[in-house]
């Protein structure tokens, strides 16, 4: 196994590797440099596998180590990392698939689509929210409890002290349907549900990503073309608008990876199974749009074409049919806009992002190839990021 990186930190100050000879590496961004190894255990030469989350730059991280044996991948260790110490250590029923932090709050979620809230600072259990149970108290069909096996809850909080946390959840207008389609946005201090954001895309919701301040989350779906973007907070007047931007990524479907917003909330990137990395502008003043229908757009285009079509009635179902499809594929999305700025990265390396505070207009990207590359983002018109910075790391 060569290098896997795990990803960076809240603020993009460090960010983590997996080495098959160190174990666990976090290294500075600025300036570029090693600041702490995590080594592996003594004998195990197996396939390294750890799940490590940072809390900003201070010395206490999150760690699982999912190497060896099936009880350690229930494990969660608070550690040190000045001290190189254990501060403490949960064992939970089921494997750890995530675990998110902030200054406030710790959230780990299992296979079993649990997810327990705790209080940072004494480690209180606050809230065990069990989205997959909630699911089949209602579930009628045997065929739709296997279903939801197969599918794992996508988390995401805010770094701020909101701690606004959202997750994914099963659609509430079918009882017997398994998408998790449906975003809830929660307050993880007052343990209350601020309001969900129902079947945001007709499939799973494959990627989601929180707002710093927790005013934005984006979601995108399992083909990867189509990201967007909803408000979390309750709207003032009492009206269901929630969707505020929308974004077209590519034609190709691709698994979407990680999804980041900048500090202000004037950026949105995402890096999956491709060779680009896209920056997303978003707009200043976040007005509700609409996702467009396209029965009504065939209904618009049926009506204005049908006039020059003669015996249109009278052709056959299947020909309609068709045409029908063929019309939708050339009417331009019109709410759907493109990136403004991209990265070309090689299609079979796994990336990860991160948006610095301090340095405004800059991205950066870190790559299992070894590579910790900064890039400035174009301000005046769309293009390609500029290299400014490279670094290497093993």
């Keep these: 196994m060569g290098l896997k990186v795990l990803g960076f930190n809240q603020d993009a100050t460090c960010f983590s590797v997996i080495s098959p000879n160190k174990g666990v590496t976090i290294y500075n961004c600025d300036p570029f440099g090693k600041c702490f190894e995590l080594e592996k255990s003594t004998g195990n030469e197996g396939q390294l596998d750890f799940l490590v989350e940072m809390l900003f730059s201070t010395s206490l991280i999150a760690v699982v180590d999912k190497t060896i044996g099936a009880s350690n991948r229930k494990k969660l260790k608070i550690v040190n990392t000045k001290r190189k110490t254990t501060i403490c250590e949960l064992t939970f029923p089921h494997e750890i698939v995530d675990v998110i ?102 499939s799973n919701v494959a990627c989601i990503a929180c707002s710093s301040d927790g005013t934005l989350v984006a979601t995108a779906s399992e083909k990867g073309t189509l990201i967007r973007v909803f408000k979390t907070c309750s709207n003032d007047d009492g009206s269901n608008e929630n969707l505020v931007s929308e974004f077209r990524r590519g034609s190709r479907p691709c698994h979407i990876d990680e999804m980041k917003f900048n500090d202000d909330n004037t950026l949105l990137a995402c890096v999956g199974a491709s060779d680009t990395i896209h920056i997303f502008h978003l707009p200043s003043t976040l007005e509700a749009v609409g996702t467009i229908d396209e029965d009504d757009l065939l209904h618009q285009s049926a009506g204005s074409l049908s006039s020059s079509i003669t015996g249109f009635q009278h052709i056959s179902k299947g020909f309609a049919n068709r045409f029908g499809k063929m019309v939708i594929s050339k009417i331009p999305t019109q709410n759907q806009q493109r990136h403004m700025a991209y990265i070309k990265i090689p299609e079979n390396i796994k990336y990860r992002i991160g948006f610095p505070k301090e340095v405004p207009n800059s991205i950066y990207i870190c790559g299992e190839d070894g590579n910790y590359l900064v890039y400035s983002i174009p301000t005046d018109e769309p293009g390609p990021c500029t290299l400014t910075k490279s670094n290497t790391f093993d």
Aim: aromatic share 6%.
């Design 101 to 202: 932090m902030n200054r406030k709050i710790i959230c780990v979620v299992l296979n079993s689509d649990q997810i327990f809230v705790y209080d940072i600072s004494c480690m209180k259990l606050l809230r065990t929210i069990d989205v997959r149970g909630e699911k089949l108290k209602y579930v009628h069909k045997p065929r739709t409890a296997r279903a939801i096996d197969e599918m794992g809850v996508k988390v995401a909080l805010s770094s701020d002290n909101s701690s606004v946390l959202c997750y994914s959840s099963f659609s509430n207008l079918d009882k017997d349907a398994t998408p998790l389609n449906n975003i809830v946005v929660f307050d993880a201090l007052k343990c209350e549900q601020i309001k969900v954001l129902p079947a945001v895309h007709h």
